[in-house]
């Protein structure tokens, strides 16, 4: 296997009496997507969180990109090269979906403190987020406040984004979350390819995109993971399926 | 074609301009100055709206910028009046009574002071961020109050206004003319401000700060640079103000100056260009007209400021151009 560009060691949280984290130990290569899957408050969205450096891990440590970026925080990693999504959409919502994309460009050029000519007529800045956001088929719908748009498009928009940032891996909490099947679908197709780009580590509660896209599967029960491999091996899995998909079943929910 | 907000700016800019000529005219020259008044308050609300408006920091401590400002007015023209250097070592540092010497200075003092007072209160947000911001001005208010020096409590005068090359500043009407193109300079600042990659952050930055941070751009430093930027206009202002009153005292520092301040943006419109000077001279000829009918008029106008916050979150600005246009 290649050299992983995203790792955790023993990630532990707890909050309060509750451990939502237990010594979490994953990884993440280039050109895969790592499916991380387990019932609701099994600690998924924590693990994400932590590695995104929203919030601290009690112990443990995160590598990324050949790296320690324990101390780093939410914007250093982000310019590092970790893009993520939100399990609930997080755009500016006075915003168009360009310039939500817009933003993310010029983080990415370094080029945000500029005071004087207008952004809407800089040309290159304008050309690469709509770019971004056609790959998302969002590009007949540029123009609409993020606050406006149907709830798949703002899920779509977040992609674009976290897209936008060119990064070397990929955060998503539940891309699919709440999305009917056909968006679904064309969603698992995007997916599909955006692991050329960088790889991804997936949180999904989808099991259908879960078992289409992943390479590799983890599962998490109250912190801990109980199983890791490919996603044969986790279906043939007795722990996995007693503990999670034989009674949880095909149920898209959030 | 002209936006309706576009047509609405440029009629306050013109009646603004045309107000003074016609008090000339007439021969009425208080109306000269209650407008040089509304120009110099609007600049200091064109301040605080990059703040409040569009990076949604909601400052009670604007008048420490805005004292700041009258203050380095005040004292370099005291020192170059009493000829009486500021410094002696290691450098001799003297007076001046040249407005061009002194509105740097003012700039570079309030933002000195931005820069500090910014970056301690950004660390909290909300309510905390209100009273810490009011809490570092009324320490710069209680600091002038005891500092004899500069007159305390009483205050400090200007016996004669600052010099700028060319004009006669005690001639009302060079003075407002100073005072205006000042005041068109910063909201045209504001606009390209807020067109340009920096106000795409600011304005992201109000919206969702998370969503700004996993971008990889950090909210804290682009608040805390339109902080500064903020407070060095309303400290220009002050500058302005002192030598419109030639007179500086702690009242310019006090939470009723930042409230004001804070009223004239809210007034005429948040985010909007002219909405703070809109807000200014509604304010002052509220003032000049209900103030002599009853001393009670402060009450008129706080009904009217809880009308326009419930009813119309775009002040006068937005009852009269509708909803801005997004993107």
Not at chain 2, 115 to 137: E, K, N, Q
Not at chain 2, 257 to 269: C, N, P, Q
């Amino acid at each position: 296997m290649p050299e992983p560009i995203l790792q955790t060691e023993k990630l532990s949280k707890r909050f309060g009496a509750v451990v939502a984290s237990d010594a979490v130990t994953l990884d993440l290569v280039p050109g895969e997507i790592h499916a991380l899957i387990g019932p609701n408050g099994a600690g998924k969205s924590t693990v994400i969180k932590q590695i995104a450096g929203e919030i601290r891990q009690d112990s443990g440590s995160i590598r990324f990109a050949g790296r320690d970026i324990d101390r780093l925080d939410m914007v250093a990693r982000a310019q590092l090269g970790l893009a993520r999504t939100f399990q609930v959409s997080s755009v500016a919502p006075e915003f168009s979906g360009l310039q939500n994309v817009m933003l993310a460009v010029q983080s990415v050029e370094r080029k945000t403190f500029r005071f004087l000519r207008p952004a809407l007529k800089d040309k290159p800045l304008m050309t690469q987020a709509m770019a971004h956001l056609e790959r998302l088929l969002l590009d007949d719908r540029a123009h609409v406040r993020a606050g406006d748009m149907s709830h798949g498009e703002r899920r779509a928009l977040e992609i674009a984004i976290a897209l936008a940032l060119k990064p070397k891996a990929f955060l998503l909490d539940e891309p699919m979350a709440g999305m009917g099947p056909e968006n679904t679908a064309k969603l698992i197709e995007i997916l599909d390819d955006l692991r050329a780009e960088a790889p991804i580590l997936l949180v999904e509660h989808d099991m259908d995109a879960v078992f289409a896209l992943a390479d590799r599967i983890s599962v998490i029960v109250y912190g801990r993971i109980i199983a890791s491999g490919t996603p044969e091996e986790i279906r043939a899995n007795e722990e996995v399926r007693g503990a999670y998909l034989g009674d949880e079943g095909h149920d898209g929910a959030a | 074609m002209m936006t309706r907000e576009a047509a609405i700016s440029l009629l306050i800019a013109a009646g603004l301009l045309a107000a003074p000529l016609l008090g000339n005219a007439f021969d009425e020259p208080f109306v000269i100055t209650l407008a040089t008044k509304v120009a110099i308050l609007g600049l200091a609300g064109t301040g605080l709206n990059i703040a409040l408006g569009y990076g949604g920091m909601v400052s009670l401590g604007h008048a420490a910028f805005f004292g700041l400002g009258g203050y380095v007015a005040g004292i370099l023209a005291s020192h170059a009046l009493n000829y009486e250097p500021l410094f002696t070592a290691p450098l001799l540092v003297e007076g001046t009574t040249q407005m061009l010497i002194i509105w740097p200075v003012a700039i570079v003092v309030s933002g000195v002071a931005a820069l500090v007072i910014g970056a301690l209160s950004l660390r909290t947000t909300g309510v905390f961020f209100i009273m810490i911001t009011l809490a570092f001005a009324q320490m710069v208010y209680y600091f002038a109050i005891s500092w004899p020096a500069y007159g305390g409590e009483d205050g400090l005068s200007i016996y004669i206004r600052n010099e700028f090359p060319g004009l006669n500043t005690l001639n009302p009407l060079h003075f407002f003319a100073i005072c205006y193109v000042l005041l068109i300079l910063a909201i045209g600042l504001s606009f390209l401000l807020s067109q340009s990659r920096f106000g795409l952050a600011l304005n992201g930055a109000r919206q969702n700060a998370q969503r700004l941070a996993t971008v990889g751009i950090s909210p804290f430093r682009v608040k805390l640079t339109a902080f500064v930027i903020s407070g060095m206009m309303a400290g220009l202002a002050g500058a302005l103000y002192a030598d419109l009153n030639r007179f500086v005292s702690p009242s310019m520092l006090s939470w009723h100056t930042s409230g004001e301040i804070m009223v004239f943006v809210i007034l005429g419109g948040t985010r909007r260009l002219f909405g703070p000077t809109a807000g200014a001279a509604l304010y002052i000829v509220l003032e000049n007209t209900l103030g002599d009918v009853s001393e009670h008029w402060l009450l008129l106008l706080g009904a009217l400021l809880v009308a326009l916050v419930l009813f119309a979150r775009g002040g006068v600005i937005g009852i009269l151009a509708g909803q801005p246009r997004h993107a």
